[in-house]
């Protein structure tokens, strides 16, 4: 029998009042989170990628509006199935239910996300007692130690009564996740959880975070702007631009074979390990101004395989396999064929041997 | 036979904490930088990359060392002369945009500020001329010197610096973590650029990341510094193809790929610190343009493919 997915969005647009216009950041989009599985949304700053997840919990700033869409939440609470609209029910309702006890967050900077005058130890239990998930602090404390352990801190004793100036970049975003941990939440968002932190601590996070899900089969929602970061984590991928999701589809399915130009981008714009000399395709020019989106397909105005109606209709998505899809007039019957740059297509078949050979 | 264009023998760039704790940023770095080429400085975050860009362009003081720039030494206390000389010639490039742009100046002058100090122009004309000049080769417009920096977007305002930095014609420029502020595709707009640039006017770069995919692309040579030492050093094919110093074993394997299946396989190496003592190594010569910070003993274990208690498999 299918499940059915824990989180679903549907058909969501968002909008920010601002003083010289309406910024409509999210256009329509829909997605949905299996129990268990991660999911990675890629997408550069101003895709509308943190912007949707904050939604999800109502956490976007008064100037902002859910114009339509919904988003299903599919959870148990004393036994029971409880299915929600999280967009329609009120803030009370998601502090009191929601936040931190079944959607919890990690953003991106530890520094910011702590409060610098508490100690770790009672940031972190502070939601397990709001939440009422242990008896009394005592239990708290147990279960504290226990969390700490688990995100690979040396030391815990010693660890809680520290407050986060005494913990480096690595330690700070090992205590944000274990806050976010506290209350065994079913679904964890990591917003840019590594983006600020040096290669050896991002490899070691992005472990840590698998190895959780492993351990306690949360569903994730990972966001961010590197598509090379993800490739470890992810079961499937989004890729945003513009307040849209361009192209979705399994992990290996986006980086072995993406059909968007802006996937295309996104993928040879990050260096090879392999050859020094091939260049790097950047991706030209800058993400639109979504106050007066452009009509069609906002990528066209920076890609080269812009046809003449990419400038007057935004392509719909259309099917490659089951779980793949792509929203880019490339793929409708009538277009001419068009294959992706010549190095990208290279240094992918030159994975898939690799791949083959081990 | 290249040209040296900066000598580093000795330096060392000390910060005291309190009467008891004195940080070593930089602790004995000695390298040399050719004529033209890029050089790159990677580590992790506290291993004094900045800290040394920051010393040879003396942002800082160094508490010992000699640093020779184009025959002149540029570290101790300098004369006027040799001030001029330095800020002429070398230039920085630092990593938030937004931070280090004046926001209440216009772009026009943020970026002749350098011209100003120099009084290297005589008229209000030359000045503007210069600026749209540099703008141009960085890829902005004319009509940009008039707004301010808030008018623009993240990779354009790297551009800014990048032009505030070219302005001056230097000969060195000090690129500090340029990129690891700005998205994926703008990260590479930049890289491009700058080798653009590197190339038309035979420049030298010292290029500090932590990027290591990024710096292989880029660079000539590379130093990996950690802990305030550079711990090796050689072209890119010999750190990335042939790295002996097990820190820079465990750095390239900590690397991510865009590669789901290999992704699975990867194995990450733990590096030991505690097992070494950077200060008991003496800088070894593997080839001539291969150098590892390392005791005889080391040297011969690490040869050999023993890095027993250093480096653990994940």
Redesign the interface.
């Given at each position: 029998m299918e499940q059915k997915p824990i989180l679903e969005v549907k058909n969501l647009q968002i909008s920010f009042q601002l003083n010289f216009g309406v910024n409509h950041v999210i256009r329509d989009i829909s997605f949905f989170l299996n129990k268990g599985e991660t999911l990675a949304i890629v997408g550069e700053s101003g895709s509308g990628k943190s912007v949707t997840t904050k939604s999800i919990l109502g956490l976007i700033d008064d100037n902002g509006a859910v114009e339509v869409g919904s988003c299903l939440f599919r959870y148990q609470k004393d036994g029971v199935d409880i299915e929600v609209d999280l967009l329609k029910c009120g803030k009370d309702y998601l502090q009191k239910n929601i936040r931190g006890n079944k959607i919890a967050i990690i953003f991106q900077d530890p520094m910011t996300s702590l409060d610098p005058t508490m100690k770790v130890g009672n940031q972190i239990m502070e939601g397990m007692l709001d939440h009422k998930k242990v008896k009394n602090r005592k239990e708290a404390v147990k279960r504290t130690l226990e969390l700490l352990e688990l995100v690979g801190i040396d030391n815990p004793e010693k660890r809680i009564k520290q407050y986060p100036h005494q913990l480096s970049g690595g330690m700070r975003q090992r205590v944000v996740i274990a806050i976010a941990l506290a209350c065994e939440p079913d679904v964890l968002i990591a917003d840019e959880p590594t983006t600020a932190l040096d290669v050896t601590i991002q490899s070691q996070i992005l472990e840590l975070i698998k190895d959780i899900q492993k351990k306690t089969g949360v569903a994730i929602i990972f966001i961010t702007h590197d598509l090379g970061v993800v490739a470890n984590v992810a079961d499937r991928v989004a890729v945003m631009y513009a307040g849209k999701i361009v192209e979705t589809g399994l992990a290996r399915e986006i980086y072995y074979n993406p059909k968007h130009p802006y996937t295309w981008g996104l993928l040879s714009s990050i260096p090879s390990m392999s050859g020094q000399n091939e260049e790097i395709l950047s991706i030209p020019g800058t993400p639109p101004n979504l106050i007066q989106p452009p009509k069609g397909d906002a990528f066209a105005y920076r890609s080269e395989y812009a046809m003449a109606i990419d400038f007057e209709e935004h392509p719909p998505m259309f099917q490659i396999s089951d779980t793949h899809f792509a929203a880019s007039w490339l793929l409708h019957p009538d277009a001419p064929k068009v294959s992706m740059p010549s190095v990208l297509q290279a240094r992918i078949d030159a994975y898939k041997k690799r791949g083959d050979d081990q | 036979m290249r040209n040296v264009i900066l000598q580093v023998d000795n330096l060392k760039q000390y910060f005291r904490i309190d009467r008891h704790t004195t940080t070593r940023a930089v602790d004995n770095v000695s390298f040399k930088v050719y004529e033209g080429e890029i050089f790159s400085v990677v580590g992790?975050?506290?291993s004094g990359k900045s800290t040394l860009g920051r010393s040879l362009i003396r942002i800082y003081d160094a508490n010992a060392g000699e640093v020779t720039f184009l025959g002149k030494k540029i570290t101790g206390k300098l004369n006027s002369e040799t001030t001029r000389f330095l800020r002429k010639n070398m230039q920085m490039i630092f990593q938030d945009p937004m931070a280090s742009l004046n926001p209440r100046k216009k772009v026009l002058d943020t970026v002749a500020f350098g011209l100003d100090v120099a009084k290297e122009v005589k008229t209000k004309e030359e000045r503007k001329q210069r600026v749209i000049e540099v703008l141009k080769s960085v890829g902005l417009s004319e009509d940009h010197i008039a707004r301010y920096p808030h008018m623009f977007?993240?990779?354009?305002r790297q551009r800014i610096g990048v032009a505030r930095a070219l302005v001056m014609d230097p000969k060195f420029i000090i690129a500090d973590e340029i990129i690891s502020a700005l998205?994926?595709?703008?990260?590479?707009?930049v890289?491009?650029l700058m080798r653009k640039i590197q190339k038309e006017k035979g420049l030298t770069l010292m290029f500090i990341a932590?990027?290591?995919?990024?710096v292989?692309?880029i660079s000539d040579r590379v130093a990996v510094m950690h802990l305030g030492h550079i711990v090796e050093m050689g072209t890119?094919e010999d750190i990335?193809e042939h790295p002996l110093h097990p820190y820079t074993k465990?750095?390239l394997s900590?690397?991510?790929?865009?590669?789901?299946?290999?992704?699975?396989?990867?194995k990450?190496v733990l590096y030991h610190k505690q097992n070494i003592d950077y200060n008991h190594g003496q800088i070894q010569s593997l080839n001539d343009t291969h150098t590892v910070l390392a005791t005889k003993e080391e040297l011969d274990a690490w040869q050999k493919g023993d890095y027993s208690d250093i480096l653990v498999q994940?």
């Open positions: - | 992790e975050s506290g977007s993240g990779g354009q998205d994926v595709s703008i990260q590479a707009q890289i491009n932590h990027d290591l995919s990024m292989r692309y890119v990335y465990s750095l900590a690397i991510p790929h865009p590669d789901p299946d290999s992704e699975k396989l990867r990450r994940m």
